[in-house]
């Protein structure tokens, strides 16, 4: 788990047999479980952990996720997951997630995530504190991810 540059968080991920399917490749949820860790693994490498978020009073949680499969991916792939956030509302951010296979640099998947900041005592929308905002200082639309 490392930052590649100022714009990438780099995930790196191993295809286990608990995410294989029926067809013998990686389950879809598990696409997204590997989305959703890396983003959470990127919030913690900025020093916005669980317990940041609670000293801050709100959570960010998922609103929509687009995933776009490209190529599939089996047992023992290596695959990184680089994402970054491409864009901050007032109370909403935009992730962009690029899932690459290691061993040919194929892009294996994409996705779009849009996350919405909520309080968690009265679990609605509340704006993002700068403080947040400056963690994620790449916070720039890229053009094809």
Known sequence: MTAASSEEYVFP??????????????SNVVYVRWVQDAAKAHSEAVGWDRAAYQRAGAVFVVRRHEIDYLAPVFLDDRIEVRTHVAKFGAATCERKTRLVRVSDGVEVARAVTSWA????????????????RDAFPAAVVRAGV
């Open 13 to 26: 991920v191993v295809a286990s047999p608990g995410d294989i399917d029926e067809l013998g490749h990686v």
């Open 117 to 132: 900041f909520v309080a968690i005592t009265t679990q609605r929308p509340t704006r993002i504190p700068q403080e947040i």
